[in-house]
C-alpha cells in the first residue's frame, strides 16, 4: 500500500458513502483519499514524514460544495459598508458615514445586504439624500435584486427622470414624476454599480459579456484581489468546491491567472449567463467556455439563466396576483415559446442549464421548457437544474424528479422560523399557499436529487449556518407541514448532493478511497450535539486537493 502524505484520526469520521458510512480514520496521498477505516489499519500507511492530524473528536466530513453563489460579487462586497436586514436607518447612517469620512476618493458610497424594511415608510430617494446628499450613495439589497440610490447618483446615471427597460427590471417613479429612488433588476441598478467602480464585478451577473474595453494591468490586479479575498472567506467555510452563479470569460481567465500561480484553493464551475437580448449565436461563447475550461480546478459546462426576479420586490413570476396588488402577478422574462426554444437547442448542445426560478408560474414555464427539450433530443442525463424554487404548485414538484432535474434550494432564503408580520417574502405569499413555499422537504421525500446552497452574499455563506436552518426550520403556522430536513439530508446536499448536480459524483462528494482529498474537520461531532447547536459550531480545517487552505488545528 502507498504511504500517505496526511492521516486523520480520532475523528467522528462521516463519509456519507453508503458502502461505509462512517469511520475512525482517513489517510490521503498525493491529493487523493488513499484509504478510510479504523485507526490502527490507517496509521500503519504512515510514515515519519506523514502529517498526522489528531481531529480532537470532530467531525470528519467531504469538502462541502457549495452549488450557488457569487463568487466575484461577494468577494468585493467584503470591503464595502456591510448591513444586513435588521439594520435600522439610523445604524445604516451612521455607518455609511463614517465609511464616506475615510473613503473621499470613491466615486459613490455602497452598504450592501440590507433588507427591504429599511424603507418601508420612506421615499427612498429622500432618505438616502438625508444620510449623504453630495456624492452618490447606492444601497444594495441583501437578495441583490434592488439597489436604492440617492438624488445625486440618479442623476449622474440619467434615471432621475426613468428609463425604459426590458420586462422585469424597472425604475421605480415617484408620485413627483421623479424616480423614487427603487431599482429593480440588473437593466435598472446596472448604471449605479457601474458608477460606482463595480461594474466589472456585476457583469456576469448583469449582462454576461466581458468588460469592454479590456482593463487595465490595475483595475485586473482589483480584480484578483476581489477573488482572493472571495476564495479565502469560502474556505474558511469549509467549502472545496464552488458553482459560481453569474459568469462570463473575464471571471475564468482571472480565475485561471489564479490556478497558474498556485492560489486557486478551491474547485470553481462559472457559467455562461445569457440574457434575454441574446441571440442564439451568442451561445458559441458557451460552447466556446465549455471546450475551454473543462478541468478538475476550472470548469464551465452550463448556461445560467433568470426567469424572473424576487419574491420581496414583487419581481417573482406568480399564478397569482400578489397580495394588496390586483392583476400584478410579475413576469417572466422570457416568454414561454422562447426559453422552448432555448431549452431545446441548448440541451442539444450537450450543455447544462441553471435557471433562476423563484415565483410558480416561473417554475411551471422552466418545467415545461426543459420537458420540450427531453421530448425532443432524448434524455441524456444533463441534469439541468432549476434554482430557488421558493414557491410551486404543488403539482409541478413530482416533474422535477421525473425529468432528472436537479433542485437547487438554500436553506438561510426561507423567512425566519414564525411568522413574522413585517417580513417581505411572507407579506408577498398569499396566506393560504404559505404551505408550498420553501418546499425542500417535500422535494426531498419525493427522492428529489438536491444541491442545497448559500447564494452568497445574498446571505451568511457559512455552511454550518445553513445545515442549522435546514434542520431547525419549523412551519410558519401551527397545522402546517413540517419543513425542516434530517442531518444526513442536509450533509448530503451540501456535499454528494452537490456534487451529483455538477456530475461529479465519481470523484467528490465522499470520502471515499481514489475520491479528490477534499475534506474538512468541525470543532464537534455533528452527530452528537442538538440541532440547535449546529450553528455554534466551527471550521478548524479545510483540506482541497490534498492542500490546507484552511488551518485552525492548533
Known amino acids: 500500500m502507498p504511504e500517505a502524505d496526511i492521516i486523520i484520526i480520532n475523528g467522528a469520521v462521516l463519509t456519507m458513502d453508503h458502502t461505509r458510512l ?71 447612517s451612521a455607518k455609511l458615514r463614517s465609511y464616506a ?115 487595465s494591468p490595475q483595475d485586473r490586479a482589483q480584480d484578483l484581489v476581489f477573488l482572493r479575498c472571495g476564495l479565502s472567506h469560502l474556505v474558511a467555510q469549509g467549502i472545496t468546491s464552488i458553482v459560481n452563479m453569474d459568469g462570463n470569460r473575464y471571471t475564468l481567465d482571472l480565475l485561471e491567472e489564479l490556478r497558474a500561480a498556485d492560489e486557486l484553493n478551491a474547485r470553481v464551475r462559472v457559467p455562461f449567463h445569457f440574457l434575454p437580448d441574446m441571440t442564439e449565436a451568442d451561445l458559441d461563447v458557451a460552447a466556446e467556455m465549455d471546450q475551454r475550461w473543462k478541468g478538475d480546478w476550472l470548469n464551465s459546462g452550463f448556461v445560467k439563466m433568470f426567469m424572473d426576479g424576487v419574491v420581496e420586490s414583487n419581481t417573482a413570476f406568480m399564478k397569482q396576483d400578489y397580495p394588496g396588488r390586483p392583476g400584478w402577478r410579475g413576469s417572466g422574462r422570457f416568454s414561454a415559446e422562447r426559453f422552448r426554444d432555448l431549452a431545446t437547442r441548448i440541451d442539444a448542445m450537450g450543455l447544462q442549464m441553471a435557471v433562476h426560478a423563484i415565483g410558480d408560474a416561473a417554475v411551471a414555464r422552466v418545467l ?16 439541468h437544474r432549476i434554482e430557488h424554487i421558493e414557491l410551486a404548485d404543488p403539482d409541478d414538484l413530482p416533474r422535477i424528479g421525473a425529468l432528472g432535474l436537479i433542485a437547487s434550494m438554500q436553506p438561510l432564503h426561507a423567512p425566519e422560523n414564525g411568522p413574522k408580520a413585517d417580513n417581505p417574502a411572507l407579506l408577498a405569499i398569499p396566506q393560504d399557499r404559505w404551505p408550498q413555499a420553501f418546499p425542500m422537504r417535500r422535494l426531498r421525500k419525493l427522492g428529489t436529487h438536491m444541491a442545497l446552497a448559500s447564494d452568497w452574499p445574498v446571505v451568511t455563506a457559512s455552511v454550518l449556518d445553513g445545515i442549522h436552518g ?79 487552505t484552511f488551518d485552525r488545528l492548533s
Open 470 to 548: 435546514a434542520v431547525t426550520s419549523e412551519p410558519w403556522r401551527d397545522g402546517h407541514p413540517k419543513r425542516r430536513l434530517s442531518l444526513h439530508d442536509a450533509i448530503h446536499g451540501y456535499t454528494l448532493g452537490g456534487a451529483y448536480a455538477e456530475h461529479s459524483e465519481t470523484t467528490k462528494g465522499s470520502l471515499s478511497p481514489g475520491k479528490f482529498a477534499d475534506v474538512v474537520i468541525l470543532d464537534r461531532d455533528i452527530e452528537a450535539v442538538a440541532p440547535q447547536e449546529i450553528k455554534s459550531m466551527a471550521i478548524r480545517a479545510t483540506i482541497c486537493g490534498g492542500r490546507f
Open 368 to 383: 415545461n421548457g426543459y420537458e420540450a427539450a427531453i421530448r425532443t433530443n432524448g434524455a441524456r442525463d444533463l441534469r
Open 22 to 92: 462512517r469511520a475512525e480514520a482517513v489517510a490521503l496521498r498525493s491529493g487523493r483519499i488513499l484509504a478510510v477505516g479504523d485507526r490502527a489499519t490507517i496509521s500503519e500507511l504512515g510514515t515519519p514524514r506523514t502529517r498526522i492530524v489528531d481531529a480532537k473528536g470532530g467531525s470528519v466530513l467531504p469538502g462541502f460544495v457549495e452549488s450557488h453563489l457569487h463568487l466575484f460579487v461577494g468577494g468585493a462586497e467584503l470591503g464595502r459598508v456591510l448591513l444586513n436586514d435588521r439594520t435600522t436607518l439610523g445604524q445604516a
Open 101 to 215: 469620512a475615510t473613503h473621499m476618493d470613491e466615486p459613490a458610497i455602497v452598504g450592501v445586504a440590507n433588507g427591504y424594511r429599511l424603507f418601508a415608510d420612506t421615499v427612498p430617494r429622500l432618505a438616502l439624500d438625508r444620510i449623504i446628499p453630495d456624492r452618490p450613495l447606492a444601497l444594495i439589497s441583501d437578495d441583490h435584486h434592488t439597489v436604492w440610490a440617492n438624488t445625486i447618483a440618479l442623476q449622474k446615471c440619467e434615471l432621475l427622470h426613468g428609463r425604459d427597460l426590458p420586462s422585469g427590471h424597472e425604475v421605480v417613479m415617484g408620485n413627483d414624476g421623479l424616480a423614487n429612488g427603487t431599482l429593480l433588476e440588473p437593466e435598472a441598478f446596472g448604471p449605479v454599480l457601474h458608477l460606482a467602480g463595480m461594474g466589472r464585478v456585476f457583469l456576469g451577473m448583469e449582462t454576461g459579456r466581458d468588460p469592454a474595453p479590456t482593463p
